[in-house]
């Protein structure tokens, strides 16, 4: 157990549809970082944030935007849902923001777009 | 910009036999070196990882050496397991903008047959 939470664990919905990913990190970390994990594009980053800052953004969709709380918990919104938005999308936490700081990552959460 | 290469899978090898996967990468920087595991159904963990040149990461039987001379990182371990079967992906971290960036490989996937 890597001590970083997602929810849901797997989400079923439609094309044209929004929804809400959550991310809890662990105790005590502010770097929070989104990926999305597809069989044809491997593993994408799509952004990362410091304790409520966006800090660096990846090959992420004007579709798709998130956001870190002040308690420290993400929440990633993906919306106008395409078929191929259908995905694994992990929640990775850090304790800060270095070079040698290694990532935590949830269990991640199943997208299926139908 | 940054990049890991890794070998493409899958690779299917023999209960106790050598691994070796190939990963190499290239830097503008000093990065830190990362091999993450994936089994299946769960979130990427941390295997090992290398924070400056020569040295060597290990963990579980794994072990991968940082040589900046060949900008490679490979993974290796003596006698595989059934139970080592999963995804590994070789990961650089470096700094963008004063902040942490990591760039993942493709990821390779490893059976292990009894």
């Known amino acids: 157990d890597s001590g970083v939470t997602q929810t849901p664990k797997h989400l079923i919905t439609a094309t044209g549809q929004r929804v809400t990913l959550r991310c809890s990190p662990r105790s005590g970390d502010l770097s929070v970082y989104w990926y999305q994990q597809s069989l044809d594009q491997g593993l994408q980053f799509l952004i990362q944030?410091?304790?409520?800052?966006?800090?660096a953004k990846g090959n992420i969709l004007e579709r798709f935007s998130a956001q870190q709380f002040p308690d420290l918990h993400s929440e990633l919104n993906l919306s106008s849902l395409e078929l191929g938005d259908s995905a694994l999308y992990f929640c990775?936490?850090?304790?800060?923001?270095?070079?040698?700081?290694?990532?935590?990552f949830g269990p991640g959460t199943r997208l299926l777009v139908l | 910009g940054n990049s890991v290469t890794q070998m493409e899978g899958p690779v299917t090898l023999s209960e106790e036999a050598f691994l070796t996967i190939n990963c190499t990468y290239t830097a503008t920087g000093y990065p830190s070196l990362f091999w993450y595991v994936q089994y299946p159904g769960e979130g990427l963990q941390l295997l090992l990882k290398a924070t400056k040149a020569d040295d060597k990461g290990s963990n579980k039987g794994f072990e991968a050496t940082y040589r900046k001379e060949t900008t490679s990182f490979h993974l290796e371990k003596g006698s595989v397991q059934v139970s080592d079967s999963a995804v590994y992906f070789c990961a650089l971290s470096d700094l963008l903008g004063g902040y942490q960036k990591v760039t993942f490989g493709i990821g390779t996937k490893l059976q292990v047959i009894p």
């Open positions: 990775a936490s850090s304790l800060g923001s270095g070079v040698q700081e290694t990532q935590y």
């Open positions: 944030y410091y304790n409520g800052e966006e800090r």
